[in-house]
């Protein structure tokens, strides 16, 4: 009898402690774009680190990256992982004060040998750089920032991009078939495009990494970014999301070939195609330097200069510091 209570007793503590640790698992919602500079959030997604943290994530996949940070502005969403659009970001900011902090950010450059951007064209193109698009129609990301992007390029090759170029916004997915259906003569996309772009036979690079060429090497068009609301309502959760995505770029940047194969089931890029995928240039809270925050400001300071900003912003105020969970 006494050992029949004793199991009893022994089955109902297991009961409630797995009840507890259940209840214990924090409900966190993501925002994401699929792309390369994304890799770490799929690398945590798959290695069930948030899970090990205690974190249930909801994770919601956008194809346009102002969806990002209009999700992240209404409370929609917690945090932003690596992908984030980095001008949007601070765009947002300077509208509403004291939503974001930044913690990571993600690109790509020319000194570090990384594919962050390219200017597509289709193989029977005759197009190799910005100077060539006059009377030429260019495709890029949807949103702000990289419309932005597109004519201050344009501007630095001499162009007027009001009367020289049409810029035409297209979802990702829709960059290479545009392209090749002939909508538009050109695109400035994002990784991993370039590379499907170069897998299909079809298409190649007429330049790789042209933003960093013409506004800064490294760069980044990428941030991980995590709302204010978030971080003062859950500084501990916050933390760890935080924790587990530095983990995660680690994890990424020193493993990348062994995470290839997942970018298929994140991404358009085919399970065939992995392989041809260039590695994105990631960098972790803990990582970041003086010269990461210059890379960061020279990208904010075009969009002053392009006009879509009225005001200075020091992204030094935007980074977040361990005092912020405070």
């Known amino acids: 009898m006494k050992k029949l209570v004793l199991a009893s007793l022994i089955t109902g503590l297991l009961c409630s402690a797995g009840t507890a640790s259940a209840q214990k698992m924090e409900k966190v919602t993501a925002s994401w774009l699929p792309i390369m500079q994304t890799m770490a959030y799929y690398v945590a997604l798959e290695e069930k680190l948030f899970e090990k943290a205690g974190i249930e994530i909801n994770s919601v996949k956008f194809q346009n990256p102002n969806q990002i940070i209009d999700s992240l502005v209404s409370g929609q969403a917690d945090f932003g992982p690596p992908g984030a659009a980095a001008g949007i970001t601070a765009l947002a900011e300077a509208r509403y004060p004291g939503t974001f902090k930044v913690f990571g950010l993600q690109g790509g450059g020319i000194k570090v040998n990384m594919i962050n951007d ?13 100077k060539d698009l006059k009377g030429k129609r260019i495709g890029t990301l949807p949103g702000i920032q990289w419309k932005t992007i597109t004519r201050y390029v344009i501007r630095q090759n001499g162009l007027d991009p009001d009367k020289d170029v049409t810029i035409n916004e297209i ?19 994002l990784e991993p495009v370039g590379s499907i772009a170069v897998a299909s036979g079809e298409a190649k690079r007429a330049m790789t990494n042209p933003v960093a060429t013409f506004i800064a090497d490294p760069f980044y068009s990428g941030v991980s970014v995590l709302s204010t609301k978030f971080m003062q309502e859950r500084p501990e959760v916050a933390k760890k999301v935080v924790e587990v995505l530095d983990q995660a770029t680690r994890m990424t940047n020193e493993n990348f070939d062994k995470y290839r194969p997942i970018i298929a089931k994140y991404t358009a890029i085919q399970p065939a195609q992995v392989n041809l995928v260039a590695q994105p240039y990631l960098r972790a809270n803990s990582e970041l330097n003086a010269t990461d925050i210059q890379s960061y400001q020279a990208l904010v ?7 879509v900003l009225k005001q200075h912003i020091d992204v030094k105020t935007l980074m977040l510091k361990p005092g912020d969970f405070r």
């Open 171 to 189: 979802a990702v997915p829709m960059h290479i078939p545009s392209l090749l259906a002939g909508s538009v003569d050109a695109t400035l996309s």
């Open 118 to 130: 390219g200017l597509i064209v289709s193989n029977a193109s005759t197009i190799s750089s910005f």
């Open 301 to 307: 300071n075009v969009f002053e200069k392009e006009g």
